[in-house]
């Protein structure tokens, strides 16, 4: 069973990963909900939000150019 799938480009970027790291927290939050823990699915969900709209802006912006 393929779970997920890597590339590594010519310039040794990794493309995919922010895709795989979505899923795997996507079937741990319906894991949590579906067991009826609520607010540890509401605490996943949060932290899934933050790290895909928030951090990139955080780092873009306070981060070292090489980041960016």
Known sequence: MELGLFLRRNNNAISGLTTA???W????L???AGAGLYFEAFVEASLILFSVNILPWVIKRLGPERFC
């Open 25 to 28: 927290g996507a079937s741990g």
């Open 21 to 23: 790291v979505i899923i």
């Open 30 to 32: 319906g894991i949590a």
